[in-house]
């Protein structure tokens, strides 16, 4: 008689049974049990072995005895009330992993693929994407379909393991998947730059996993994938339109996209503004340019010949001196929307023209032989021909003090308590001893200078100290007419009908209950220009006036128009434009030898012969001593130079430099002090080739 079997995989036996008896739709008194393999673990208990047991349907009027079950030493006849008991007997029963194994049915021998399945005597397999059933006598096979497959049998959809047999229609139904490529267009760059980005689709070819024959089948498919770019040119274009980009759409570029599809690609650009050029000025006097010494020149100090100094440059009467290069506006551009993306706006030269020169058209004309004078200020140039006073003897009491707007030559010395101040340049042949000389760009002396006061470039300074001011004066004075404003909008909306209050009488108000510092910084800013006077432009006084009359000496019934005020303070506003950038640092002093002075230049100090001895140097930009530096304070803006520093016998020479200068010393004695920034060092034994920086982590470097 035909007797159906199965064979169960489950956590447990218990599981396994009652899976059986579902699927095979009867009791335990219809079923005879063999134990395969009992539930267990692996050695580390990392992986868990399943319950295997196969079930026998028998006829219900089959009764093994107990005779039979010990003799057969694994097959059961289990009832309701004995199937507790039994299960917990065979579960204790741990057969060793070897005679495991060879208690399960033997696989049947793999087929060639050509094999006919009438061949194969039990099982269900997967050969050519078709499933194969053959039972037996003993046994039925079980199929499942994993998520990846569509299994009908006899046309209903297999959703949980099933016995089969022969005459079931096993069909797999076996769905492709295709995804489609997309893409996404980036705006960047303030609506300058549009991009391209595209993922390509994807195309998954699934088939039937070939297999031997199985008592337990799960047909499973495997998977092929592939990529493809199916985006047309119309689509990327139509999707440029619908963001109403329509201009500077790159056609190769989308094109090699399509082909491609790798990363980003710019696919449309805007017109990029082109940037014009500011005013300059172009200097046509014949070695004007040679005449100039570089900061490489000055680092490199043994290029210089100190001995033979500047030459000194002239012109004629009617000479051009210089031409004015007027700026040339750039040329707007346009976004990808068409939106006006302007250029950079362009600056004029602001021209000074001195007392000697005159400006004809764009081309600047010397009144006067003389020696051409050109200092720049960023935007600003000054222009003059200076002439020069050549004092023959030494000046003295006899002489008196000396002053003048241009160059000062002095053949003799210069000596105890005079002063030598000239607008442009000094030249002394002699020695300078307890006195004071000023100069405005340059200064020379041919011999030693003792106990005396020297400066070139003050104005510089004093500029230098009236642009922060004026910087805070601003600040203040947007304040107040902000404040000026807002008062009349508001006393206008409440009393339209009532008389305009008077701006004197609201700058008063604003001084007393808002802003009474700014009354203290007008007047320490008008105090110092009145101080300097005789060495500023025409236009630091004029400011000063102003400032006076609207916030100093204004009384309640004065006439102040808000157009004036508004004009004052874009007056003072292009003061700080033109003046706030130091000037080129080409104001210089040169000797030889100095003991117990002052030395200051807005640029540089040269010291070309023997050094300096307890001295106070401060250059805004360079300072270079060739000879020795014993005692004293030097102090640069940029770079200091130096050759021998401190005495054998010590004593305490101090080197400082901002955060961004560099101190260079052939030789320094014990004692000497360098200072960069905050970082300080002192040398406790001499020490020579020594190149000192700030590093980018802000540590102070010796080499």
Known sequence: MLQNSITIKAETIEE????????????????????????????FGLRKRLAEVSITKVNSNVILTKAKREEENSVFAINDRELD????????YDM?????????VPTLPKKDSGALHSEITFGAWIQNNKVYIQENDQRLPIIEADGKVKVLVNGERLVKPQIVTST??????????????????????????????????????????????????????????????????????????????????????????????????????????????????EILIDGWEDNKVDDKDILHSEKIDYREGQSILAVEVGQIIAKKILAIAGKHGSDLFGTIVPSKPVHEVVLKIGKHVEQKDNQIVALTAGRPSIETRGKLVKIDVIKEYVHTGDVSLESGNIRFQGDIRINGNVLDSMFVEAEGRVYIKGTVNRAVIQSGHFMRVEQNVFSSELSVGKVNHIIASLTQVLSELLTYLDHILGAINQILMIRQQNKPEEETMKISYLIRLLLEKKYGDFRDLVIRFCDIIEQNEQ???????????????????????????????????????????????????NATIELPYGINSTLYSSGNIHIFGQGVYHCSLHADHNVIIKGVCRGGMISAGNDIVLNEVGSENGGKTTISVPINGKIYINYAHVDTVIQIGRRMHTFSQGTAKIAAFIDAEGNLQLY
């Open 168 to 281: 079931d229609k096993v069909q797999v139904v076996l769905e492709n998947e295709v995804i489609p490529s997309s893409f996404w267009i980036d705006i960047k760059d303030n609506n300058m730059m549009a991009t391209l980005s595209i993922k390509p689709g994807k195309k998954i070819v699934r088939e039937l996993e070939e297999t031997g024959p199985q008592e337990h089948l799960v047909i499973s498919a495997k998977e092929t994938e592939s990529s493809f770019i199916d985006i047309r040119l119309d689509e990327v274009l139509q999707k440029l339109k619908s963001l109403k980009i329509e201009r500077g759409i790159i056609y190769p570029s989308i094109r090699d996209m399509l082909i491609d599809g790798v990363g980003e690609a710019i696919i449309a650009k805007g017109i990029s503004p082109i940037e014009g050029l500011d005013g300059d000025i």
């Open 535 to 585: 060495n500023l432009d025409r236009d630091w006084k004029s400011l000063s006036v102003k400032l006076k009359e609207y916030f100093i000496t204004v009384s309640r019934d004065q006439n102040i128009q808000l157009k004036a005020l508004e004009s004052l303070i874009e007056s003072a506003r292009e003061i700080y434009e033109i003046y706030f950038l130091p000037p080129e640092p």
């Open 16 to 43: 396994a049974v009652q899976t059986a008896l579902n699927i095979l739709q009867c009791t335990t008194e219809d079923i005879n049990v063999q134990v395969v393999k009992s539930p267990s673990k692996s050695l």
């Open 85 to 92: 008991k039994l299960i917990d007997k065979v579960i204790d």
């Open 96 to 104: 060793p992993e070897q005679e495991r194994e060879e208690a399960i």
